[in-house]
């Protein structure tokens, strides 16, 4: 697709409408404590209803001669019913006086415990939609430096996974898909969710994008790639872009668009295939490399004082480059014969071991 075609489009998705919280309650889903459905709710204080009329019955049959009438276990249920409903019909009533103190001291708590269950379970049924207003709000107010993720498909899921390895807390990471089942293991990971289609200025802004530190863009096609990159680029100047494409000869177009940085996911894949009718263990080892949960990872670290001037080739971690004012100088460039204050490498380091520098 066009580039110009790719901009008639991006205007038609621009809604910059402001969105009230509560029409998002179908929209955003931020995980938390595993809750009752309302329906479960409902049966558990009747059961517990049912338990505290019972209970009463046993203690009025106990006492069954301090009744207006003898009564029998039907009639002590029958009396609880609608003693703790406060129906009070006044056929059987307690006449002596052990009877009545019962009554005062253990019935009518009991009676005042019953309606609590009762109205308990409405408020809190009720007001599930309020705390999830005021959830998203609160949300919306303070969520500041996340990363949002466009797509949740193989490289979506793969990206999260490495920035959760990489120590990103799943509460600061924001999933954009419109696909609810996608959305749903999403959640179960402890992911904030949006969902939408992340083409669209709306759905961008309910996911706070213009406060996010990091966009990756991981949908299934290029074209949405590009239209997703100049949507967040101007809505987002200063957030950092990386986005996916399949071709090659689509990458200058995400550049052109904001990225910066382009994944081309099928030349990689491509080299790795070359790689491996030649090469196996390089494969093997450049997929070690890449899996943030075993074996070694590329990691990034601040140099300590001790190693300003010094030759990254002679450091104890082995290093693959420096990073300095924003720039990757490879370790055989000229600008990488010594490390700068303010030098950040590139180095092997092994996973679950902690480095004792940065």
């Known amino acids: 697709m066009k580039l110009r075609s790719l901009l008639s489009l991006r205007a038609d998705a621009t809604n910059l409408t402001e969105i009230p919280v509560h029409s998002l309650l179908d929209v955003v889903n931020i995980p938390t404590d595993a809750r009752a459905?309302?329906?479960?709710?409902?049966a558990r204080r009747f059961g517990y209803a049912l338990l505290l009329i019972i209970a009463v019955a046993f203690l009025a049959y106990l006492d069954r001669a301090g009744y207006s009438e003898p009564l029998t276990f039907i009639d002590a249920l029958y009396y609880s019913a609608v003693t703790l409903s406060t129906t009070g019909y006044g056929d059987i009533t307690p006449v002596t006086q052990t009877a009545r103190l019962i009554n005062i001291f253990?019935?009518?708590?009991?009676?005042?415990?019953?309606?609590?269950?009762?109205v308990?379970?409405?408020?809190?049924?009720?007001t599930e939609d309020s705390r999830k207003t005021l959830q998203i709000q609160q949300w919306r107010n303070s969520v500041r430096n996340h990363t949002i993720v466009i797509g949740y498909g193989t490289k979506g899921r793969s990206a999260i996974d490495a920035l959760i390895a990489g120590g990103a807390a799943p509460s600061s990471i924001v999933v954009i898909d419109p696909d609810p089942a996608a959305l749903t293991v999403a959640e179960k990971r402890g992911l904030i969710t949006v969902h939408g289609n992340g083409t669209k200025s709306d759905v961008?802004?309910?996911?706070?994008?213009?406060?996010?530190?990091?966009?990756?863009?991981?949908?299934?096609?290029?074209?949405t790639a590009v239209l997703i990159t100049l949507s967040v680029r101007e809505m987002a100047p200063s957030a950092m872009i990386v986005a996916s494409v399949r071709e090659g000869e689509n990458q200058h177009l995400l550049m052109q668009s904001g990225a910066?940085?382009?994944?081309?996911?099928?030349?990689?894949a491509g080299r790795l295939l070359g790689i491996a009718t030649v090469t196996p263990p390089v494969v093997e080892m450049m997929e070690d490399l890449l899996s943030p949960d075993e074996g070694f990872a590329v990691?990034?670290?601040?140099?300590?004082?001790?190693?300003?001037?010094?030759?990254?080739r002679h450091l104890a971690d082995i290093v693959l480059g420096v990073v300095r004012s924003g720039e990757l100088y490879r370790i055989d460039s000229p600008e990488a014969e010594t490390v700068e204050p303010g030098d950040r490498l590139l180095y092997v380091r092994m996973n679950g071991a902690t480095t004792q520098r940065g």
């Open 37 to 42: 459905t309302p329906w479960a709710l409902i």
């Open 120 to 126: 308990g379970t409405t408020l809190s049924v009720l």
């Open 204 to 223: 961008l802004r309910v996911a706070a994008v213009s406060r996010a530190r990091s966009v990756i863009v991981a949908p299934s096609s290029d074209d």
């Open 106 to 118: 253990l019935i009518t708590p009991a009676r005042v415990a019953f309606l609590m269950l009762l």
């Open 299 to 312: 990691a990034e670290r601040q140099i300590a004082d001790d190693e300003v001037g010094a030759n990254p």
């Open 260 to 268: 910066d940085s382009v994944v081309v996911s099928s030349e990689t």
